[in-house]
Antibody, heavy 121, light 108 residues
Framework: QVQLQESGPGLVKPSETLSLTCAVS????????WSWIRQPAGKGLEWIGR???????NYNPSLKSRVTMSIDTSKNHFSLKLTSVTAADTAVYYC???????????????WGQGILVTVSS | EPVLTQSPGSLSLSPGERATLSCRAS???????LAWYQQKPGQAPRLLIY???RRATGIPDRFSGSGSGTDFTLTISSLEPEDFAVYYC?????????FGQGTNLEIK
């Protein structure tokens, strides 16, 4: 069973960079897509981006200018950087494994427990 | 950007009743390209249904999904106490993932 665990600072100052890592256990990063999703308190889910094992990425157009994702298969983890954060970036951040099927589309089969990141001075 | 609209926004039912949740896509990303998730307070979302109608591993058969194109439905045949939660639909299309705004299923 694949397990994911987010880690990183829980508090980031405005205008600084949010950096999170997702450690994957129970499976390798190989031949899969991996994603970050966030959820402000009391609100819905927002997809941030995805990265493939090869390092190729897709980002949400609304965040693209501020997002960078990377992957380290030797350490079995992938990461998120979000620059120039504001209070609007305060949310629970989830990492997830993406599954893709020719007839089923693409969805998030495994999720981390989430990490609350607060943007405040 | 594709938009997913869920209805109703909130639904009050009693255990044992049948729940019907709807998700409508502004554009079709694929006839069966839709997933449903359940989220309880303080927990990550859990995949229930993918490919519009396929149950994820370990999901009870009281959960079923149907629909194609732009109109999809999640049905819970007989509500158990643990089913009261928020439900989200999700689609992948046009190089991005989109979630509906959620349906809050609460105990009447």
């Amino acid at each position: 069973q694949v397990q994911l665990q987010e880690s990183g600072p829980g508090l980031v100052k405005p205008s600084e960079t949010l950096s999170l890592t997702c450690a994957v256990s129970g499976g390798s990063l190989s031949s899969s897509y991996w994603s970050w999703i966030r959820q402000p308190a009391g609100k819905g889910l927002e997809w941030i981006g995805r990265i493939y094992t090869s390092g190729s990425t897709n980002y949400n157009p609304s965040l693209k200018s501020r997002v960078t994702m990377s992957i380290d298969t030797s350490k079995n983890h992938f990461s998120l950087k979000l620059t120039s954060v504001t209070a609007a970036d305060t949310a629970v951040y989830y990492c997830a494994r993406v599954e893709v099927g020719a007839t089923t589309g693409s969805h998030f089969a495994y999720w981390g427990q989430g990490i609350l990141v607060t943007v405040s001075s | 950007e594709p938009v997913l609209t869920q209805s109703p926004g909130s639904l009050s039912l009693s255990p044992g009743e049948r729940a019907t949740l709807s998700c409508r896509a502004s554009q079709s990303a694929g006839s069966t390209y839709l997933a449903w998730y359940q989220q309880k307070p303080g927990q990550a979302p859990r995949l229930l249904i993918y490919g519009a109608s396929r149950r994820a591993t370990g999901i009870p058969d009281r959960f079923s999904g149907s629909g194609s194109g732009t109109d999809f439905t999640l049905t819970i045949s007989s509500l158990e106490p643990e089913d009261f939660a928020v439900y989200y639909c999700q689609q992948y299309g046009y190089s991005m993932y989109t979630f509906g705004q959620g349906t809050n299923l609460e105990i009447k």
